[in-house]
């Protein structure tokens, strides 16, 4: 009996060198794959990180990039230039010239391939994601002493992410208890403004619109504001034609109707950004978009770039109060009522337009807009 528990404890100490204190354990014990998030995010919220942002692993071990969130990503080492061609995953890399995934769109349901990297040379590797420029990562190759083990990974890429997962939900928080300042307007009516999903100093968004039902009467204006450079549209109505194979949103122009909004057509901000205190000023930049609405009704708007991550938001415009000098009418119920889910089914064929047409074309828009 003595001999046995001697065993098990001999099998324990065994078991405790081999994965170390910390979390780490020896090179040669590590696993063939390690396992890692390029960003990640629920409706309403994406945390472009990567979880965890460092690594240490031994020479040979491979890293997988899984992309568990809908918002896009790259894995990128190197300075990319406009003729790098993405890396067919898996790939190998000794830490010399340029090595990227294409541009991912992610999907909780993990249907989305990892993007999975050898190395083979010992040294600290950083990298990036090109539509992202605060997110980046390193990687620290070694050819022997302690490295990473599967679970302490897990551990900080659980603790990064609901750390930063609840930060961008208290921003949410004090924005949805606010309501729309409203000022008068000398052209008549009142201007409501809300505000674009702000994003927090370390890059992550919050994919919505504040408030997300805003009351107006007709004959009043939205106006909305970006707060953060991360691109966002105001869009109403379906796109047509619907999105095709290479739909890039960046180039859809904005339009809205001279009148003011009746609840019908198709109405787009263009691409809404507000560059960070102190950037150059870009004369092209949309900062703000305002829009009239002139019949009562609900109606749904949404963000192109975002509307999968569930970025939509309703305006709903009551009738204008009956002038006195008439006898009161029936009140009026809103014949504006838009479909309910029409945004998802346009969320969908973008995505599916983007995918289809390679997401380099659209990193490079994004880019472009950072
Ligand atoms: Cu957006």
Same mark, same amino acid.
């Given at each position: ?159 990064n992410y609901v750390n930063r997962l609840g930060e961008l939900k208290s921003v ?45 009467? =007709? ?8 707060? *953060? /450079? !991360? $691109?966002? %549209?105001?869009?109403? @109505? #379906? ?70 991550? =569930? ?8 009738? *204008? /109060? !009956? $002038?006195? %000098?008439?006898?009161? @009418? #029936? ?24 995918v289809a047409g390679g997401g380099s074309v659209l990193a490079a828009r994004y880019?472009?807009?950072?």
């Amino acid at each position: 009996m003595k001999r046995i528990l001697a065993a098990l404890l001999a099998a324990a100490i065994g078991a405790f060198a081999l994965v170390g204190a910390g979390g780490t354990q020896p090179a040669a014990a590590q696993a063939a794959t390690i396992h890692v998030d390029a960003g990640n995010g629920e409706p309403g919220y994406a945390v472009n990180a990567f979880l965890p942002e460092t690594l240490t692993i031994a020479t040979g071990t491979t890293v997988a990039w899984h992309f568990p969130w809908i918002e896009p990503h790259t894995t990128t080492f190197g300075t990319v230039t406009a003729t790098t061609k993405p890396a067919a995953s898996p790939a190998t890399y000794d830490g010399t010239g340029v090595l990227t995934s294409d541009l991912t769109f992610g999907n909780p349901n993990g249907s989305v391939k990892p993007f999975e990297v050898k190395f083979t040379k010992a040294g600290t590797f950083k990298y990036t994601c090109e539509i992202h420029p605060f997110m980046t990562g390193s990687v620290t190759v070694v050819n022997g002493g302690n490295v990473d083990s599967q679970s302490t990974v897990n551990e900080r890429r659980t603790n990064n992410y609901v750390n930063r997962l609840g930060e961008l939900k208290s921003v949410a928080a004090g924005l949805a208890a606010q309501s729309a300042a409203v000022t008068p307007m000398a052209s008549g009516g009142n201007k409501y403004t809300l505000t674009i999903g702000p994003a927090t100093r370390a890059g992550d968004d919050v994919m919505q619109f504040f408030p997300a039902a805003a009351k107006i009467t =007709a004959g009043d204006t939205v106006e909305w504001k970006a707060t *953060a /450079p !991360t $691109p966002h %549209t105001v869009t109403f @109505g #379906p796109i047509t034609p619907p999105p095709g194979p290479g739909f890039d949103p960046f180039a859809l122009p904005p339009s809205k109707p001279a009148a003011g909004y009746d609840g019908t057509g198709f109405v787009n901000s263009g691409i809404m950004t507000a560059s960070p205190p102190g950037a150059p000023a870009d004369p092209n930049e949309i900062k703000s978009f305002e829009l009239k609405f002139t019949k009562a009704g609900t109606y749904q708007y949404y963000c192109i770039l975002h509307a999968d991550q =569930a970025m939509v938001a309703t305006i709903t415009v009551e009738a *204008a /109060p !009956t $002038p006195p %000098t008439r006898a009161p @009418g #029936p009140p009026n119920t809103g014949s504006g009522q838009q479909g309910g889910d029409g945004w998802m089914l346009i969320a969908g064929a973008i995505v599916a337009a983007i995918v289809a047409g390679g997401g380099s074309v659209l990193a490079a828009r994004y880019r472009a807009t950072r």
